[in-house]
């Protein structure tokens, strides 16, 4: 069974822009996170620390708007957004082990 995708927006405290992402993102719903990432401008930070899956349709809407997104991953994302290029791209965070970021 797969896990629902669910995206909430909100701001940091310093006011930028944040959306976090959760359950997986392929192509039954990746229109859902292309029309959240179109509906603003400037940069956005994309909390992506509870994405399980992410297939090629939504790598495409990341790649879409990666020169202005700030990625927060976990390691199981890391190594998807280095090998498909996104992370040369956009501004990617590592949470680590400790929690942080």
Known sequence: ?????TLTTGRRAD???????S???DMS???ALAEALDSGSGPLVVDLTAVEYLDSAGL??????????E???T???GPVLAV???ADLATVHHLGGDGAQ
């Not at 006011?15 to 992402?21: A, D, I, K």
């Not at 495409?60 to 997104?69: E, G, N, Q, Y």
């Open 1 to 5: 069974m797969t896990t629902p995708l």
């Open 15 to 21: 006011g930028t822009p944040r959306l976090s992402v």
């Open 23 to 25: 359950g997986e993102i």
């Open 29 to 31: 719903n990746a229109s």
């Open 60 to 69: 495409s809407v990341l790649f879409a708007h990666a020169d202005r997104l």
């Open 71 to 73: 990625l927060i991953v």
């Open 75 to 77: 390691p199981l994302l």
């Open 84 to 86: 498909s290029g996104i």
